[in-house]
């Protein structure tokens, strides 16, 4: 496999869209949440428990800060990264940064009964750290613009 860089004109690889849906995805399901808890939809706020949503109530202004830089800096990176914008790999490094800090600084604070654990939000984080890999690696094949 070639892994020079590719003429401007060609078509990016396969992998980058499949790559750049997984993120889509995740980073929009992670926004929705976003969005449902700051704008308390009342149907979406019905399915989820008592203790959970006193648990959001709790929540200090800089956690609600850490949670939209996160969500949305992923998603618009997501995008970046479709779009093949070299901007994408910031935007990633953004929401990675802030989502490790975020989680860190969060730990003081007491999970509600039957909330799980933060490995699923750890696992976001790793996610974005792989995407700002892929994308640096995108960018030096000349995929990003």
Avoid at 92 to 114: C, E, I, K, N, V
Avoid at 121 to 134: D, H, K, N, P
Wanted: aromatic share 14%; proline share 6%.
């Amino acid at each position: 496999m070639n892994d020079g860089p590719l003429p401007a004109h060609s078509n990016p690889p396969v992998h980058l869209w499949l790559v750049g849906a997984a993120a889509l995805v995740w980073f929009a399901i992670g926004s929705f949440d976003f969005g449902t808890a700051v704008l308390q939809f009342e149907s979406y706020q019905e399915t989820l428990p008592d203790e959970l949503k006193s648990h959001w109530a709790r929540f200090p202004i800089w956690l609600w800060l850490a949670w939209a830089i996160t969500s949305l800096g992923g998603l618009l990176g997501a995008i970046g990264l479709l779009l093949r914008r070299r901007w994408a790999i910031n935007l990633f490094w953004a929401a990675a940064l802030d989502g490790a800090l975020g989680l860190l600084l969060s730990q003081s604070l007491p999970l509600p009964a039957g909330a799980g654990n933060m490995m699923l939000s750890w696992l976001g984080v790793v996610f974005c750290f792989a995407l700002i890999a892929y994308a640096v690696w995108m960018n030096r094949r000349g995929v990003l613009r």
